[in-house]
Each structure stands twice: as structure tokens, then as C-alpha cells.
């Protein structure tokens, strides 16, 4: 409900969580390779690999929860109307946030394996838990659990922020709902967009963890993809605006990611046939609605 609030109040609850989450995430990473019992030898430890899978196989099917744990990096660019002097913000969020992200991802990974042989790693969904647990103890790592829970919030609360700014945009230009359009006369906010993306959001909690995040996961990589795929298309346009962040190593670098998201859509079926074809049934609905529907409102 916050967010109904203004953006002004949002960006300072965002600004201390997630100030909050990487206060707790240094201070993490910093105490279990200053002042823990890890051991660095588990680095060179061999774990025995139990899928059936190849290993270039298994990179791509893992590549998909990769994928959902760096989703967000560009979420800024979805309320780059709200923001001041864009051109120059924009950049400089997107370049920090992808470099911080990054850098936290891959200390993480090395606190954990750091911290459990990746043979005693296999299966766990809570490494993070794990992990503390063995580096501190039970009670500290009871503490460090409950302080990495709550610092997820941050990431709750950006989601919350920039998804309804998406379905207003839309939604004014006549691709979505029209009520998605409606700003609040005083808050200045899409209420009704930011309601109902709560109740769906409430509703998808009724889904196992693992096939949620599945399900996101095929989701983001086909949209992306898309986006990607678009570049192509909309260079050949008269009036296009070249940008030095799309020339750079063009066609090459969207091309290679075209080809492993090309990979993760074809293997997220054969892997998980039940999430990734919900996710393309969701896809195909939003599609047909748009072409019988929206696409002729819009015009």
C-alpha cells in the first residue's frame, strides 16, 4: 500500500532498504572470509554429478535460475519518465546496478563454497541458511538469516514500484487495460495497477517455490529475447536513433544472446515441461488478447 503514496516516499523507503540489504550482504561476505571457520579447500574438492544431463546441457538449464536472480538489473528504465535528467541517470543506474549485482553474486558463491564442499550443497534450496550455519553456528546464522530474509523486501518493494509503471505506460498507449492508466489526483500514482499486480503476486504464492521460479524464469528469458530480437528489426528503420550501447559488437553480442536464449527456451521445455509450457500458455493468452483486442484500440 506504500507505494499507492507517492514516489517520493518510495524512493526514500527504497533508498534505506536497500542501503539496509547491502549493509547486510558486505557485512556477510566480509565476516565469513575474515572471522568464520570456511575452508578453502573446498574449492578444489570434486562433488559427483548425479544428472543425466551433459554439461553444456546442464549450463543452460542452469543459466535459467541465473537469469531470475539478475532480473531487476534494468528495471530502471521503467520509470525513466519519472526520473530527473534521464539521459544522464539512466545510464549510471543501470551501469552501477549490473556491476553491484555482479560483484555480490559472484562473492556470494565463493562464501558458500567457501563455506560447504559442494557435495553437501547439492539439493539445498536454502544455501544461504546453510552456509551461515556453518560458518557461525546456529545462533548467528539464525540472526544472519532473518536479517537476509528481511533484506529481500528491497528487492519486494522495487518490483512493486516499477511493475505498474509498466501496465500504465500501456495502458496509455492503449495496449493494456485502461483502468491500468489511472493516476491517483493527488499521489500522483497507478493505484489500480499497483492493487492488482498485489493480488496476482498474492495469487502466484499459491505456486511451489522451484516451479515459480521456473515459470519467471522461462517468462523473462523469452521476453528478453524478444527485446533483443527487436534491435534487429527496428535498425532498419529510416528514423532510427543509433546508440553506442547497441552498436557496440553488433550483431555479434545480440546474436550470441539470442543463440543461448534460443538454448534455455528449448531445454526449459524438455526439463520442465509443466512450468514452461504455463509460461508460454500465459504468453500466447496475453498475445491473442493484444491482437483481437488492444492492438485495434490502439489504434
Known amino acids: 500500500m506504500w507505494n499507492c503514496f507517492g514516489l517520493a516516499r518510495v524512493a526514500r523507503l527504497q533508498n534505506i532498504l536497500t542501503g539496509t540489504k547491502l549493509a547486510v550482504l558486505a557485512a556477510f561476505i566480509l565476516l565469513a572470509l575474515l572471522a568464520s571457520t570456511g575452508d578453502w579447500s573446498h574449492f578444489s574438492t570434486h562433488a559427483v554429478r548425479t544428472s543425466t544431463n551433459s554439461l553444456a546441457v546442464q549450463s543452460v538449464i542452469s543459466l535459467v535460475w541465473i537469469m531470475v536472480a539478475y532480473s531487476g538489473w534494468n528495471a530502471a528504465t521503467y520509470i525513466a519518465e519519472e526520473l530527473r535528467s534521464p539521459r ?3 545510464p549510471l543506474a543501470l551501469a552501477a546496478g549490473t556491476g553491484i549485482v555482479a560483484a555480490l553474486y559472484l562473492a556470494l558463491n565463493v562464501v558458500y563454497i567457501y563455506a560447504t564442499p559442494l557435495e553437501t550443497m547439492k539439493g539445498v534450496i536454502p544455501v544461504a541458511s546453510q552456509a551461515a550455519s556453518r560458518l557461525f553456528g546456529p545462533g548467528i546464522a539464525g540472526g544472519f538469516t532473518a536479517l537476509l530474509t528481511i533484506s529481500i523486501t528491497a528487492t519486494i518493494n522495487a518490483m512493486i514500484t516499477i511493475g505498474p509503471r509498466v501496465y500504465y505506460a500501456m495502458a496509455r498507449n492503449g495496449a493494456f487495460f485502461r483502468v491500468a492508466a489511472r493516476v491517483h489526483p493527488r ?6 495497477a499497483i492493487l492488482a499486480q498485489g493480488a496476482l503476486a498474492a495469487l502466484l504464492t499459491l505456486t511451489p517455490f522451484p516451479q515459480l521460479v521456473l515459470y519467471i524464469g522461462f517468462s523473462l528469458t523469452f521476453f528478453s529475447a524478444l527485446a533483443v530480437a527487436s534491435v534487429f528489426r527496428f535498425r532498419r528503420r529510416p528514423h532510427w536513433q543509433r546508440l553506442h550501447a547497441l552498436d557496440l559488437a553488433f550483431p555479434l553480442a545480440p546474436g550470441a544472446y539470442l543463440l543461448m536464449a ?3 527456451t528449448i531445454y526449459g521445455f524438455v526439463w520442465q515441461p509443466v ?8 504468453v500466447a493468452v496475453g498475445a491473442l488478447a493484444y491482437r483481437w483486442h488492444f492492438r485495434h484500440t490502439a489504434r
Not at 187 to 192: A, D, H, I, L, S
Not at 275 to 282: E, L, N, Q, R, Y
Open 262 to 264: 534460443g538454448c534455455m
Open 88 to 90: 544522464r541517470t539512466l
Open 187 to 192: 499521489w500522483r500514482t497507478p493505484v489500480p
Open 275 to 282: 512450468a514452461s509450457f504455463s509460461a508460454a500458455v500465459t
